[in-house]
């Protein structure tokens, strides 16, 4: 039997915390919202289509999957997980 971390290794290479409006880019499988009423000014994401995720405020504990590139807020606080 292998030893069991705890640690799920879709996320063992971290994540980013994101609490500034200054450019972020990276990539990053998660996106989890860490404070009430978190707008982005814009998002980019390969795998998504449909209108863009701006300027909507998000409730605390929300979270976003896909395959995103930037992430730059207009306000609030999240943690991006990296792939």
Sequence with gaps: MGYNSGIDPAYSLGGT???S???QTGR???IVIAKN???FS???AQNYTG???TAVPLKA???MYGIFTSVPLTSGTVVAYRI
């Design 42 to 44: 814009a998002i980019t």
């Design 37 to 39: 009423n978190t707008s």
């Design 21 to 23: 409006t200054d450019a």
């Design 51 to 53: 209108n863009a995720l």
């Design 17 to 19: 915390f994101v609490n």
């Design 61 to 63: 504990t929300g979270e």
């Design 28 to 30: 990053w499988n998660r």
